[in-house]
């Protein structure tokens, strides 16, 4: 076995600047590594502790979402439209998927899925920010992004684009729903 990501070192809370981005992915500090994605062009995307970090073809590896430098530009991610990457603070990112029609990474953070867009914006598609409204009858609640995610635990995509959604609050919740390519969640 030869070790692709992570020369085994762990990256220090706020020691951020020596966890190895700029360098080779195999010699780079993580901090707590989950969830993996790789792009159709084999990039890499993984969380590692409240960040997404990145291994591009040449195998250097840099943060895409967090970091020490971000925490001082942070906002509160919107309800509705979409933040700059670079204001991005995640909470405990856990899962990864990548879109295998238009190549975008998914992102499952607290009790939501977040979508990166090309132009490095990210957006809510599922689940709703805490600070936000709740679902009411002004708005369509088959729409996932005004709907209540109960702790998703895993996300994949089918091939015709339609993300699948596990969720699971080890009780009495154990589903998988279904979000359509126009953004309708529903029970799979």
Not at 53 to 74: E, P, Y
Not at 75 to 101: D, Q, S, V, Y
């Amino acid at each position: 076995w030869e070790s692709v990501v992570g020369s085994g070192e762990r990256c220090l809370p706020g020691d951020d600047q020596n966890c190895g981005d700029g360098g080779l992915a195999r010699d780079a500090k993580l901090a707590y590594p989950k969830g993996v994605a790789i792009s159709s062009d084999n990039t890499i995307y993984f969380a590692d502790g409240t960040n997404i970090r990145m291994v591009d073809r040449d195998g250097i590896v840099s943060t895409l979402i967090g970091n020490h430098m971000h925490k001082s530009h942070w906002k509160p991610i919107p309800c509705e439209g979409t933040l700059k990457i670079e204001e991005m603070h995640l909470r405990w990112p856990t899962e990864l998927a990548i879109n295998p029609l238009d190549d975008t990474l998914h992102i499952i953070d607290d009790h939501m899925i977040l979508r990166v867009v090309p132009d490095g914006r990210v957006r809510v598609i599922a689940g709703r920010p805490l600070h936000c409204a709740s679902s009411s009858s002004t708005y369509d609640t088959d729409l996932a992004i005004h709907a209540t995610l109960v702790m998703p635990q895993s996300v994949s995509f089918g091939p015709n684009g339609d993300l699948y959604v596990a969720e699971s609050d080890s009780q009495r919740i154990n589903r998988i729903r279904v979000i359509g390519s126009d953004g309708k969640i529903s029970l799979y």
